[in-house]
């Protein structure tokens, strides 16, 4: 057990649908990073968030966005879904500092139906 | 632009022996880091172990170490005494200094024959 937590572990919608997944990161850990892995794509950074503030951005469609709360928690939204978006998605957190592991989440199984 | 590969898309091995996963990474960064992480069938990603750039001495935890050779950035995983709870998919991640985000290899599937 990481100590990360992600919600839902599954979900499964409709295309142009919109859901959010959730993310607590382990305590004391102030970053928390966004991963997708698809078949095709492998693992892909998507955001990373730091005490609140976004911190860096990889490839990220527009209709995706996140947040990350005062306690921490963080919040992946995904809009106007496709079938493309079916994927693996992972949250990560870590101490912050460039050398820090990242602990990883169970995930969440997205299939867009 | 960093990048990492991972050159065998499938390896295997013979429980009890020992088997070598490869990684290369591009960076133009004199002091980074470089980590393993095992994806089994759970999909849950594991830690496996960690390298830091400056070191001279390869990492080693349990029966996984590394042979890091820094002039041929190549960065690879040895895993000792195979077990079949070996058995998942091997990442080669280095993260990028100016936000720790990792960049990922697109991984090898390790099979462990009994």
């Known amino acids: 057990d990481s100590g990360v937590t992600q919600t839902p572990k599954h979900l499964i919608t409709a295309t142009g649908q919109r859901v959010t997944l959730r993310c607590s990161p382990r305590?004391?850990?102030?970053?928390v990073y966004w991963y997708q892995q698809s078949l095709d794509q492998g693992l892909q950074f998507l955001i990373q968030?730091?005490?609140?503030?976004?911190?860096a951005k990889g490839n990220i469609l527009e209709r995706f966005s996140a947040q990350q709360f005062p306690d921490l928690h963080s919040e992946l939204n995904l809009s106007s879904l496709e079938l493309g978006d079916s994927a693996l998605y992972f949250c990560?957190?870590?101490?912050?500092?460039?050398?820090?592991?990242?602990?990883f989440g169970p995930g969440t199984r997205l299939t867009v139906t | 632009a960093q990048t990492v590969t991972q050159s065998q898309p499938e390896m295997s091995v013979q429980e009890a022996e020992t088997v070598t996963l490869s990684c290369t990474y591009d960076?133009?960064?004199?002091?980074?880091?470089l980590f393993w992480y095992k994806q089994p069938p759970s999909r849950q990603m594991i830690l496996v172990i960690r390298?830091?750039?400056?070191?001279?001495q390869n990492a080693t935890e349990n029966r996984f170490s590394v042979n890091f050779q820094k002039a041929a950035k190549s960065f690879s995983l040895k895993i000792s005494d195979s077990q079949l709870g070996d058995a998942a998919m091997y990442f080669c991640a280095y993260p990028r200094n100016t936000g720790n985000q990792f960049y990922f290899g697109t991984g090898t599937s390790l099979t462990v024959i009994p």
């Open positions: 968030y730091y005490n609140g503030e976004e911190r």
């Open positions: 390298q830091e750039a400056y070191k001279q």
């Open positions: 305590s004391g850990d102030l970053s």
């Open positions: 990560a957190s870590s101490v912050g500092g460039l050398a820090s592991e990242q602990y």
């Open positions: 960076t133009s960064e004199s002091d980074y880091y």
